[in-house]
């Protein structure tokens, strides 16, 4: 079968003061967000997202795209994975990792992933 490509990545070759403009722009549920990293920064963001890059004005912008297939096909159970497991470290940090009802959510995380993996 072909591969999906749920996920995209650009990472950032140019130091961002080698050209202006060209700022990676990347739409999704809290807004647009333009992206200007450091060479040799990696951001990452999903593939149905509307995405383009501001033009150049002057220099010369490097990057590297690239496509990545996920694990679970279904955009909504990634995007509840994600919050979960943003959650997840946040909670981590305030309660450390032994805390039990933590424990028990990890492994709900981890059984949600085996679950929906290649549905």
Not at 1 to 25: C, K
Request: net charge negative; charged share 25%.
């Amino acid at each position: 079968s072909a591969l999906r490509t749920d996920i995209s990545a650009t990472l950032f070759l140019s130091a961002p003061t080698d050209y202006e403009g060209g700022e990676l722009e990347v739409e999704d549920t809290y807004g647009t967000h333009r992206v200007k990293l450091a060479a040799g920064s990696l951001v990452v963001y999903p593939s149905g997202s509307m995405h383009a890059v501001a033009p150049v004005t002057q220099g010369e912008r490097l990057a590297c795209y690239m496509f990545m297939q996920s694990m679970v096909k279904d955009v909504e159970c990634r995007r509840m994975l994600f919050q979960m497991d943003e959650s997840l470290i946040k909670l981590r940090q305030e309660y450390g990792e032994g805390n039990p009802e933590l424990i028990r959510l990890t492994g709900l995380y981890n059984n949600l992933l085996r679950r929906w993996a290649d549905c």
